[in-house]
């Protein structure tokens, strides 16, 4: 957990004293975004597939044999679909607090890959040691993904359209 709150912090601590490169061009800058917003949605799609495929693991819905290894190549997806769109934001926007929907969004995201090195130790550890620990972690990844969302793909395809 120590490993996962020294992410979460670093995170923020780089993204507050990073300088934000920006863009000032303004149909880059939209395509980009707008790329991030789709990319973003894959994420949280996958993430109800974690979601539905953590619920069959732990018995609560029926599920196969193959369901643990969706629900690992659904976790690996979803990071690799994460991962250009965290480090555009980090670096291009830093940690921001403009207004209350940009420092929840700068705070889930540090919040997300915090957790998420949680879950993974979490996971290393050898057999029933992980306790109550890795459904919460997973909880919380799943909320910080869902924040994350709604404070950035769902406002920027309100705000700006579908498509640009």
Known sequence: MVAGVGVAVGLGV???LHDPVGTSDVETFLRIQTL????????????AVQLLTALAIYGVVPGAAWVGAVHRWSG????????PVAVHCLY?????????????????GCLLYG????KMLLLSRPGDGRGWGL???????????AGLWLTSALWF????GLSW
């Open 14 to 16: 780089y993204g507050r």
């Open 36 to 47: 991030k917003a789709w990319l973003a949605t894959g994420v949280a799609a996958f993430l």
């Open 115 to 118: 957790v998420f090195v949680t």
């Open 92 to 108: 291009t926007f830093g940690l921001r607090s403009d207004t209350p929907r940009v420092l929840a969004h700068s705070l889930l």
């Open 135 to 145: 459904p919460v972690a997973g909880g919380l990844v799943l909320t910080a993904v």
């Open 157 to 160: 395809f309100t705000t700006i």
């Open 76 to 83: 690996r997806i979803a990071l690799l679909l994460s991962m």
